[in-house]
C-alpha cells in the first residue's frame, strides 16, 4: 500500500501538534511491513528518502497567505499520481489532497486536529484568507473518503460543523506520543542554564501564542499564586501583533509584584524542553479550544501533574485527580470558545494550580500516574495500526 502524507508541517518545520503528529506517524507506518509513506510537505528541502517539499509559488509572493498555500497544493496534487490514498493534515494541505483524489483517483482522507469554524480569531491573522481557508476545509471534508478525528470530542465536532458528512465515514484515533523521546529527563544544570531554578516550586506552559492555547487567561491566574512559585513560559510564535502586546503587558505586570517569571521566546530542541517538564511541579494548558492536546501527553510522559481546561478532547486524556486536574469552563456556543465568565475561570485556573503546587508529593503522584496512562494507551505503533485499519476500510469501500 502506498500513502502519501500531505502536511504543511514536516521536521525540521514544525511549530504545533499536527506537525509533531505527521512525523511521528509517518515513522510508525514506515515501519509497518507492506506499507509505503510518502511525505509532500511545505518548506525548504529535506534530506529524507521518500520526502518532497514544496516552496510557495514565486509568482504569489505577497499576495494573501491563503492564496499562497492554495499555490502549494497544486504542486502537491500533481505530484501524488500513483498513491493508492492520500491523507491530508490541516486545512493547509486538504485542498492538496481533495485535488489529488480528483485527479488521480485515489481515496482522500483527512486528518482532524482542528476546525476551522472553531477558530475565527484566525481572521485576525489571515484577513479574507480566512474565508478562503475555511471554504478549502468544508471543500475536503464533505469530499474526504473517510475523516480521521484525533478525539471523541472532535469528532462531535466535525458532524457539527459539517453535518453533510455522513457519520459512519468519520473515525476515532487518539493522538500518540513517543514515550522514548518524551520521558523524564533530570537536568538541573541545563535548567538552571535556561534561567529556571529547578528547586522552586514551578508551574510550566509550553505553546504558541494563540487566542486557542489561553495564555492570557493564564497570566492572568498567576497573578493569584502564591509568591514562591515559579512562572516557565515556553511560548512564542505570536499569531498577530495584538496579541503578543497583550502577553507582553500581562508578563511585565507579573515581573513587577513578583520574581521567578521566564519567558523563553525561542524554540528549544526537544532534550531542552523534557528537561523543563520534568523540573517542573505542574504543567498548565489553558487552552480554550484543544481537539486533544498532545503538549499534555508530552507533559505527562515526562512525569509532570497537568491541570488543564475540562474542554475538547483534553478530558480523554487528563484523569482528574489521578493524573492532574480539568478546570471547569463555560463557553459561548458562537463557537470562539470565548469563557462566558473569565473571571471565574481565572480564579478556578489559580485555584487548580495552587492546590497541586502547594502539595508537591501529590503533584508528583499524578506525575507518575501520567506518564503510566501515556505509555499504556497513547503509543505511535498503536495509533498507526489504527490509522491503517481506516485506510483499509476506505480502500474497501472505495474499489
Not at 525548504?44 to 505577497?62: C, I, M, N, Q
Not at 520534568?278 to 515526562?302: H, K
Request: hydrophobic fraction near 45%; include cysteine; proline fraction near 6%.
Amino acid at each position: 500500500m502506498r500513502v502519501d502524507v500531505l502536511s504543511k508541517e514536516y521536521p525540521p518545520e514544525v511549530y504545533g501538534g499536527a506537525g509533531v503528529h505527521v512525523a511521528e506517524l509517518v515513522r510508525a507506518l514506515r515501519a509497518v511491513d507492506g506499507v509505503e509513506a510518502r511525505v509532500h510537505a511545505f518548506g525548504a528541502p529535506r534530506d529524507e528518502a521518500g520526502t518532497a517539499s514544496y516552496a510557495e509559488p514565486a509568482g504569489l509572493a505577497g499576495a494573501n497567505a491563503a492564496l499562497r498555500t492554495l499555490g502549494v497544493d497544486l504542486e502537491i496534487a500533481a505530484a501524488t499520481g500513483g498513491a493508492d490514498l492520500v491523507h491530508s493534515h490541516t486545512w493547509y494541505a486538504n485542498m492538496a489532497g481533495h485535488l489529488s483524489s480528483l485527479l488521480h483517483g485515489a481515496p482522500h482522507v483527512v486528518s482532524a486536529h482542528s476546525l476551522e469554524p472553531l477558530r475565527p480569531w484566525k481572521a485576525e491573522q489571515l484577513g479574507g484568507g480566512y474565508r478562503v481557508s475555511s471554504w478549502a476545509e468544508k471543500t475536503a471534508y464533505e469530499a474526504a473518503a473517510g475523516v480521521i478525528a484525533v478525539s471523541a470530542a472532535m469528532r462531535d465536532d466535525v458532524l457539527r460543523s459539517y453535518p453533510s458528512i455522513d457519520p459512519a465515514r468519520v473515525h476515532v484515533v487518539h493522538n500518540g506520543i513517543d514515550t522514548a523521546d518524551w520521558a523524564p529527563h533530570h537536568d538541573a544544570e541545563r535548567v538552571r542554564a535556561l534561567g529556571v531554578d529547578p528547586d522552586r516550586p514551578t508551574v510550566i506552559f509550553v505553546g504558541r501564542i494563540t487566542r486557542q492555547k489561553g495564555l492570557p487567561l493564564f497570566l492572568r491566574a498567576c497573578a493569584a499564586l502564591p509568591p514562591e512559585v515559579q512562572l516557565v513560559l515556553c511560548a512564542g510564535a505570536p499569531d498577530t501583533p495584538e496579541i503578543m502586546a497583550e502577553v507582553e503587558g500581562l508578563v511585565a505586570d507579573l515581573r513587577e509584584s513578583r520574581d521567578g517569571v521566564v519567558w523563553i521566546a525561542e524554540m528549544l530542541p526537544r532534550a531542552d524542553v523534557t528537561a523543563l517538564l520534568t523540573s517542573a511541579d505542574v504543567f498548565a494548558c489553558p487552552s480554550i479550544y484543544e481537539p486533544l492536546g498532545i503538549v499534555n501527553l508530552e507533559a505527562m510522559a515526562c512525569e509532570t501533574a497537568v491541570v488543564a481546561t475540562a474542554t475538547g478532547g483534553i478530558p480523554e486524556v487528563v484523569v482528574p485527580g489521578e493524573t492532574g486536574l480539568l478546570v471547569p469552563i463555560d463557553q459561548a456556543d458562537d463557537d470562539t470558545g470565548t469563557p462566558l465568565d473569565p473571571d471565574r475561570y481565572v480564579s478556578d485556573l489559580a485555584g487548580a494550580l495552587t492546590s497541586l503546587l502547594g502539595d508537591r508529593e501529590r503533584a508528583a503522584r499524578m506525575g507518575r500516574a501520567g506518564r503510566e496512562r501515556a505509555v499504556e494507551h497513547f503509543s505511535w505503533t498503536a495509533v498507526a495500526q489504527r490509522t491503517l485499519d481506516v485506510y483499509r476500510e476506505v480502500l474497501a469501500a472505495s474499489s
